[in-house]
């Protein structure tokens, strides 16, 4: 996971968690608990991926089996959580945004029935039996209504904050090209006719320069040569005159 993604989902998991234990499990309902942190894991799950999600559920997991009072095997609710995690990612459309608000209600209403029936599987295989005093008809149709009432209000906070951590970093990785190209040109001299193939044929018109001004020297020089010569056959003739 990127830096940004953890900064943001680690507060997020923690107060999900203090929220939970703190104040949603004292509230004495019928039926299961409102599963604040599972609503937090599937909004970043529908934003992140897959993978994201199910290391974000991982964690968020983990956390929870560890918090006091922690009435369950440790490792359950991770392995819980992971799957639900992973299984939220895998909607997550190609360009990261659900076209509908229907998608993510739909996913709250699967994790919510899928994280009852695999906690309650997983518990069977350890032995906790504390679905069985319950009902796992009471406790699907308690979690999936209390999930529902708290999506509204959690599920599209959460993803409106992954997304501006998503969209800061592109941003970030942008500018970082954009200085790139920005510095682009001032090696334009490499392929620009300003830089050396210019400075080349400056050298080379300089030299055509120096060869077409010899001609002109050694014409100045044939003149003076021409008239020194001239001079000195007017002395003979004026010498052999006299």
Known sequence: MRINRILLATPLVVIALVAQVSILARLQLPGAVPDLML????????????????????????????????????????????????????????????????????????????????????????????????????????????????APFTVPLVMALARRTENDALTGDGSQSGSANSREPAYGWLSSGTGLKGSRGLLKAGRVGRTTKVPRIGSQ??????????????????????
Do not use: N, Q, W
């Open 221 to 242: 020089r044939g003149g003076l040569l021409g008239r020194s010569a001239r001079s000195k056959a007017t002395r003979i003739k004026g010498v052999k005159r006299l």
């Open 39 to 150: 609503l937090v894991v599937v909004g970043l799950a529908l934003v992140y991926g897959h993978v994201g999600g199910a290391l974000t559920g991982f964690g968020a997991g983990l956390l929870a089996d560890l918090a006091p009072p922690s009435d369950h095997a440790i490792g359950s609710y991770a392995l819980v959580l992971c799957v639900i995690g992973y299984a939220a990612g895998l909607t997550r459309p190609e360009s990261g945004r659900h076209r509908s608000a229907t998608i993510p209600l739909v996913v709250v209403v699967g994790a919510a029935v899928g994280s009852t029936l695999l906690y309650a599987a997983v518990g069977s295989l350890v032995g906790d039996s504390a679905a069985r005093h319950v009902g796992i008809g009471g406790l699907l149709l308690s979690a999936t209504i209390y999930d529902l009432l708290l």
